[in-house]
Structures are given as structure tokens and as C-alpha cells.
């Protein structure tokens, strides 16, 4: 009987193809945890900072920081390199709506807008599920992931429930 055999990161697949991959150079907040985002501190979810949820975020990139408490996040300072970044987020409608947000870099929107819902606000454009941005920078820089003005049909913070904790994340790819 014979096996396939490869690698994936460098490490060596076992006979059932699994590897063991660090997660060197990253930065995810996000894993899928359970929390109310009335816990968050946010007050709106209309063009403001969003929150993402993780009592445990894994911070494998030297110098970068978290900013925020009891688990919420706002935002990440990275230093000086090149670095792409992910954005996934989720909410509840009260009814058929549309939700935008937008990676920041300090106060100027970078990268690609992310969208879900049911009507979304450009419909003939192709209207990604996620936020990106590839980014290289000289110093040290916060992002944070804003949603801007024009969302519809948004339910209340309180009405969020653990939601946006288990299906938003973050995550930061430092690129060597």
C-alpha cells in the first residue's frame, strides 16, 4: 500500500496527511467564543469602532500589541513591516438589511470594504463577505475595523447576544 507523501509549512504529513503548523508571524483575535456584545462597551453599531471577542487571542508577532478589556478588542498596533490583514464580521437584522465595515489605518479607510445582508448597498459591484488590506508600513501603526454610515435594519446592542463574539475575527499576517 502506498502513501502520498508531503509537506505543508515545512512539516512533514503523516500517513493520515496532518501536520503540525505554528502559527508563527500571526495575530488572530476571534476564535468562535460565546459572549454577549453588550459586554463590548459598544453603544452603536453604525459608524463606529467594532469589537472583536477572544479570551485567548493568539499574538505570535513581536511588538504588536491588543487594545482592550475582558476579552473585547478594538484595535492592533502592528510595528514597522509588511503585513496583510482579514476581516470577517457578523450581526443581527431586525429585518432585510445590509451591514458594511472598513479597516482603518489610524483615521484613513485602507483596503477592501466588507459586506453582508440582504440588500446590500452595491449590488453591481462584487460585495466581499470579508475586509482586506495588504499594508506596509515605516513605523508603528493602529488599526482598528469601522463601520460607516448606511447600514440598515441593524438589531440593538442588547438584541447582538454572543452573535458578532463567535463569528467575527481579525486576523493579521505578517509577511517576511
Known amino acids: 500500500m502506498s502513501h502520498n507523501v508531503g509537506d505543508y509549512g515545512g512539516q512533514s ?23 454577549n456584545y453588550s459586554n463590548s462597551g459598544a453603544t452603536t453599531l453604525t459608524n463606529t469602532t467594532l469589537y472583536f471577542y477572544d479570551s485567548s487571542p493568539i499574538n505570535n ?20 513591516g509588511r503585513y496583510i490583514i482579514t476581516v470577517g464580521y457578523a450581526v443581527e437584522f431586525s429585518a432585510s438589511g445590509q451591514f458594511a465595515f472598513q479597516i482603518y489605518n489610524g483615521s484613513s479607510l485602507i483596503g477592501s470594504r466588507g459586506q453582508i445582508g440582504d440588500s446590500l448597498q452595491f449590488s453591481t459591484e462584487a460585495a466581499p463577505s470579508t475586509a482586506s488590506a495588504s499594508v506596509s508600513i515605516s513605523s ?33 499576517l505578517k509577511v517576511l
Do not use: M
Open 140 to 172: 508603528s501603526t493602529t488599526f482598528s475595523v469601522r463601520s460607516p454610515t448606511g447600514n440598515t435594519n441593524i438589531d440593538t446592542i442588547a438584541n447582538q447576544g454572543g452573535t458578532i463574539a463567535e463569528r467575527a475575527y481579525l486576523s493579521v
Open 61 to 80: 508577532i513581536s511588538g504588536a500589541t491588543l487594545t482592550g478589556s475582558s476579552g473585547w478588542y478594538s484595535s492592533v498596533t502592528l510595528p514597522a
Open 13 to 35: 504529513l503523516d500517513r493520515q496527511s496532518e501536520a503540525t503548523v505554528e502559527l508563527n508571524n500571526q495575530l488572530l483575535i476571534g476564535l468562535g467564543e460565546r459572549d
